[in-house]
């Protein structure tokens, strides 16, 4: 009888824990997701298609830090990532605009990791508990280079994954890497397809999901060594 008190006590604190992790889940998800509900379509409008063509081009040979830093921008702000790249591209070339493209995904990307495992680490604790923070890490640690690195061509996902490696302190090698594996073949693709002055984000969005992985698992095996001796 008392064990299997016990179980049900430990059954019922794992159920509470798990609502305290999602539940951190969802608040990231939420304050990333506001910006888009109130300015989504203002900057869509804005940057989309030809409007943002020709609002880059007004800036001639720097128009590719501009790139760069709306990319950064994505992190805070709507901005409609995809068609910035495919602009960045048609103005600046596949090789160019793909650098750009894949530079600006990538910072935003540590911005969001670094910022939230340098200061969001006390606000994930009071919500979220210290114990379910280790469970978030053993989930980062054992899966979330798959996320990272498959989540760049997602709407919104790229941003709430970041953030949350960075709560759950994952490490920066690996994150670096994976995050790469992500970054690298969505900028190009992109790039590439607004060089060659063609509308098929189904072919990007293929390339930015099955190419990553296939990096991914290149990555893991030319450092399988590395990170077996850490």
Do not use: H
């Not at 889940?25 to 379509?41: K, M, R, S, T, Y």
């Not at 970041?162 to 709560?167: E, V, Y």
């Amino acid at each position: 009888m008392a064990a299997k008190l016990r179980w049900a006590v430990a059954a019922g604190a794992g159920k509470c824990s798990g609502v305290r992790l999602l539940t951190l889940f969802l608040v990231v998800g939420i304050v990333l997701l506001l910006p888009f509900l109130f300015w989504g379509e203002t900057f869509t409008r804005w940057l989309d298609d030809d409007a943002g063509i020709e609002w880059l081009r007004g800036f001639g040979a720097w128009g590719w830090m501009v790139v760069i830093a709306l990319l950064v921008a994505d992190l805070f702000l709507p901005i409609p990532a995809t068609p910035v790249m495919s602009a960045a591209g048609f103005l600046y070339g596949g090789w160019i605009g793909g650098l750009a493209s894949a530079a600006g995904s990538f910072l935003a990307g540590q911005l969001g990791y670094w910022l939230c495992r340098r200061f969001g680490r006390g606000f994930a604790v009071r919500l979220a508990g210290e114990n379910d923070l280790l469970r978030a890490e053993n989930i980062f640690d054992r899966s979330g280079a798959w996320l990272v690195a498959l989540s760049r061509s997602l709407p919104l996902l790229p941003e709430v994954v970041s953030c949350l490696a960075g709560l759950a302190r994952m490490p920066p090698m690996k994150f670096t890497l994976a995050l790469a594996c992500g970054c690298l073949p969505m900028g190009f693709a992109y790039a590439a397809i607004g060089a060659a002055g063609q509308s098929r984000p189904g072919l990007a969005l293929a390339l930015s999901a099955l190419v990553p992985a296939l990096l991914w698992v290149f990555v893991q095996w030319r450092m399988r060594g590395a990170w077996r001796e850490n």
